[in-house]
Nanobody
């Protein structure tokens, strides 16, 4: 699999914005972001399939978060706007070189083989 390096977390007030970045050590078909709040499962936020730039978002972030990629840099960016306290969590970058197309977009956390260390996002009311 690949090594992932995340950056961009932090603290912000409700309504604010943050941008997360995740750089992979090599080209990867499928990358995305998951998040985990204390005592909860790790849930998908957004994923992108590099082959056709198709994306899938959790319903809770649709219209507020945008996932994009720079294939030349093997990097994905998660632009988060209109942040809410409910968005507070540890955000993890995930990647898997074996997933493609529709499989990339529907996989849960257990389907991804590479993970970053995580970056904390805290949204205060």
């Amino acid at each position: 699999q690949v090594r992932l390096v995340e950056s961009g977390g932090g603290s912000v007030q409700a309504g604010g914005s943050l941008r997360l970045s995740c750089a992979a050590s090599a080209y990867t078909n499928c990358m995305g972001w998951f998040r985990q709040a204390p005592g909860k499962e790790r849930d998908k936020v957004a994923v992108i399939y590099a082959g056709d730039s198709s994306t899938d978002y959790a319903d809770s972030v649709k219209g507020r978060f945008t996932l994009s990629q720079d294939n030349g840099k093997n990097t994905v960016y998660l632009q988060m706007s209109s942040l809410e306290p409910e968005d507070t969590a540890m955000y993890y970058c995930a990647a898997d070189r074996t997933l493609s197309g529709g499989n990339c977009l529907i996989k849960t956390a257990s389907g991804f083989g590479s993970w970053g260390r995580g970056t904390q996002v805290t949204v205060s009311s």
